[in-house]
């Protein structure tokens, strides 16, 4: 028999009037919703012993259960037979009476309960002379399944991209520091396991709920350069095409196989030239003058004498850069060494070094240690201790500042000009001022004349016979019409008035409500300007230096002679923050103060 079959045979059981007697409640849950632990065929499962009629009397014992949207609650006490006679004139004392768990089932069936009642909880419920209300039926919520996942099958994934170095400074390419891995081709590395669907759920009427459907992925999106997705017959599997050695992607998770150029003799005239690298590059050699190296994820263990431009990833300088420059247009530059007479630019990543002198440096965000006689601008910046220096920046903060001998230090903020906005907000003020004034007046002289006595008295009589509260005899309509006549040129005057008030009132609201949103747009368009300075040692100045530009990167782009000449020259407009030879500063932009238009 099928499930909806058997569904519809038991109802029509229950309804008739009949009920159960031994009634396998986990059976019958099995059987009609696939809920609970095996029970051997489900064709030829034995449900109950017998099926007997649902006596009247016995059914008046089973109230109505309090439902909720998950759960419901039944109250259970000790319940009495009425006192009775028999047509034979015997007489049946009241005596007390035991539920049946059969007879329950049956009468929650009717009562719209066909799942999830805790048989065990009833029974005992049923069997205690104490009364109690239980949770005797609840939902039972679908079961998630699990999402597609990828388990890795090769132990060459985890790996270091450093190698060993020996004692005596050569590079030992069978060591590694941290076991980096070189993958061979067509090696298996990641698995893929499918989805596996959750269970369903029901809700205490026997209703389906489906669960979540698992996730998939598909395994070719995590295939990079060097690997492929293949199906072979005990499942998918990502594959190396080729050999080399392993990257992943932190962002897209994508894995690929990849060169990856490892160099000890440096880069000189002598060893390579200028060099053109279409991958990454470690050297542990030094880059002397006037050499080239220009590729991307650039790391060099020595000192760099020469140019490093890379088009993206971290470039990384373990020592110092001496006359040289490093530009990157997509990443990071971290120098742990000393900077010196040296060019530093990161058109959208970070800067970083240890020591810098002499220095133009230009990044998203810099971070110095010490810098001296340096231009810097950057829209973070930290420094730590700075020296005759002129630095420019949005969020700028410092720990020490001061001049270098008769080189002065100069801080710029970096405000973004947003005075296109303050003529609108200044037009607003005057409009919103000039309907308030307006609309005031119109106030006061409905005021005085609603305070007219005719008119007062007229008002109050025609509102009593708007609302059906004075009803007038004919003598007083035409004493009514008499005072109307009087006060119509006051009346009309007045009801002019309020239809101007309510007009003028809109029109203030609609300005106001623009008025604050020009000032959020100006909010928005200002974004960060704040300048942190702990302590000044001599002579220090702060000003703020507006911008037009969407974003600081044209300033950030300048050559290093003109960035020069706009840190050291004569400061054009701003305004002074702070000129002093000690103290500290904590400036903030408050876009939101009101400025008059030029």
Excluded at 217 to 246: C, H, I, N, P
């Amino acid at each position: 028999m099928s499930k909806p079959a058997l569904l519809a045979a038991l109802t029509h059981v229950f309804q008739a009037g009949w009920y159960f007697v031994g009634l396998d409640y986990p059976a019958l849950l099995k059987a009609l919703y696939d809920v609970g632990p095996e029970v051997g065929d489900v064709q030829a499962l034995r449900l109950a012993d017998a099926v007997r009629v649902f006596d009247a009397n016995r059914l008046a014992l089973y109230k109505a259960p309090k439902m909720s949207v998950s759960y419901a609650e039944y109250y259970f006490q000790q319940l009495y037979q009425e006192e009775m006679t028999l047509p034979d004139g015997t007489v049946i004392p009241e005596r007390p009476v035991q539920l049946d768990i059969d007879e329950f089932i049956a009468d929650m069936w009717n009562k719209g309960i066909r799942f999830g009642i805790d048989v065990a909880a009833v029974k005992a419920a049923m069997v205690s002379t104490k009364p109690d209300r239980i949770t005797f039926a609840t939902d039972l919520e679908p079961e998630p399944g699990q999402d597609a996942t990828v388990v890795e099958v090769s132990s060459d994934l985890h790996r270091s991209d450093a190698p060993k170095a020996r004692a005596d400074g050569r590079i030992d390419l069978q060591s590694f520091q941290n076991r980096f891995p070189q993958i061979k081709a067509e090696m298996r590395l990641l698995k893929k396991l499918p989805p596996v669907p959750g269970l369903p759920g029901f809700d205490l009427a026997g209703r389906k709920t489906d669960p979540e459907p698992p996730k998939d992925l598909t395994l070719r999106f995590l295939a990079g350069d060097g690997t492929d997705a293949r199906t072979f017959e005990d499942g998918e599997y990502l594959v190396s095409t080729r050999e080399g050695f392993l990257s992943v992607d932190a962002k897209s998770n994508r894995i690929s196989i990849n060169d990856k150029i490892v160099s000890l003799d440096g880069v000189s005239g002598r060893t390579t030239g200028n060099l053109q690298l279409a991958g990454a590059y470690e050297e542990y050699g030094d880059v002397q003058e006037q050499r080239d190296v220009t590729g991307g994820d650039i790391t060099v263990h020595g000192n760099v004498y020469g140019n490093i431009h890379s088009r993206g990833g971290a470039v990384v300088l373990d020592k110092n850069l001496v006359s040289g420059s490093v530009h990157n247009a997509a990443g990071n530059i971290d120098i742990a060494g000393v900077a010196s007479n040296a060019m530093i630019y990161a058109a959208n990543g970070a800067v970083t070094i240890g020591r810098a002198e002499n220095c133009v440096i230009s990044g998203s965000r810099v971070k110095v240690g010490e810098a001296s006689n340096c231009e810097i601008i950057a829209d973070e910046l930290l420094i730590e201790v700075a020296e005759g220096c002129a630095v420019a920046g949005r969020n700028v903060e410092m720990e020490n500042a001061g001049p270098r001998r008769r080189t002065e230090m100069m801080i710029y903020v970096l405000v973004k000009d947003v005075t296109q906005f303050d003529q609108e907000i200044a037009e607003l003020d005057l409009r919103v001022a000039a309907f308030a004034q307006a609309n005031q007046a119109s106030q006061e002289e409905i005021d005085r004349l609603s305070a007219l006595p005719d008119v007062r008295r007229y008002l109050a009589l025609a509102a009593k016979l708007r609302t059906q509260e004075l009803v007038l005899t004919p003598e007083q309509g035409q004493f009514l019409r008499k005072i109307a006549s009087a006060v119509a040129e006051e009346v009309k005057t007045l009801q002019k008035l309020q239809q101007d008030l309510q007009v003028g009132q809109t029109q203030h609201k609609l300005l106001e409500d623009r008025l604050a949103r020009v000032i959020e747009q100006k909010v928005e368009a200002s974004g960060i300007a704040r300048c942190g300075l702990h302590m000044v040692s001599g002579e220090t100045m702060v000003r703020t230096m507006p911008f037009a530009a969407a974003d600081t990167a044209a300033l950030r782009q300048l050559p290093p002679k003109d960035l020069k000449a706009r840190l050291r020259g004569t400061p054009n407009g701003g305004e002074l923050l702070f000129a002093d030879s000690a103290g500290s500063l904590d400036w903030h932009l408050n876009p939101r103060l009101r400025t008059a238009p030029p």
